[in-house]
């Protein structure tokens, strides 16, 4: 294979793959799937905040399609996701907003310790 074709198969297909990786992982854990689209973002060729911002855009409809499948199984508590929607729009705008000023390298480390973070939460 020509390099140019490897090159644009790559781009097509590492995003698909970590695509269905996220979407198994929100659609398991009600979330998550941004630990798996960030990285794959930025080894997909993304700078770190356009991998973080991109990896927001996914995850919407996303969560949305699997909230849906929460309802229709009568999964879901509204008691829980209406208080926590405020909460979660709020955090939401104030962290679009430090994104624009957040020195790359200090984002990817603070991203890395709280996945590192969350992985010693679930193993304990």
Same mark, same amino acid.
């Given at each position: ?7 644009? @198969?790559?781009? @097509?297909? #590492? =995003?698909? %793959? ?13 979330? /998550? ?5 960030? =990285?794959?973002?930025?080894? *997909?060729?993304?700078? &770190? ?8 855009? #996914?995850?919407?409809? @996303?969560?949305?399609? *699997?909230?849906? #499948? ?8 509204? &008691? ?11 955090? /939401?705008?104030?962290? *679009? ?6 020195? =790359? *390298? @200090? ?5 890395? #310790? %709280? ?6 939460? %679930?193993?304990?």
């Amino acid at each position: 294979m020509k390099k140019k074709t490897v090159s644009r @198969l790559k781009k @097509l297909l #590492v =995003p698909a %793959l970590s695509g269905i990786a996220v979407g198994a992982a929100n659609g398991l854990f009600g979330g /998550g799937g941004g630990m798996i689209a960030v =990285p794959a973002l930025t080894a *997909s060729g993304a700078s &770190e905040k356009k991998a973080h911002a991109t990896a927001v855009a #996914v995850i919407l409809p @996303l969560s949305l399609i *699997s909230a849906a #499948v929460y309802l229709a199984k009568g999964t879901l508590s509204w &008691e829980a996701a209406l208080p926590s929607c405020l909460g979660i729009v709020a955090g /939401g705008v104030i962290g *679009s907003l430090l994104l624009k000023k957040i020195d =790359p *390298s @200090l984002l990817t480390k603070v991203f890395y #310790v %709280l996945m590192i973070a969350a992985g010693i939460k %679930l193993a304990l």
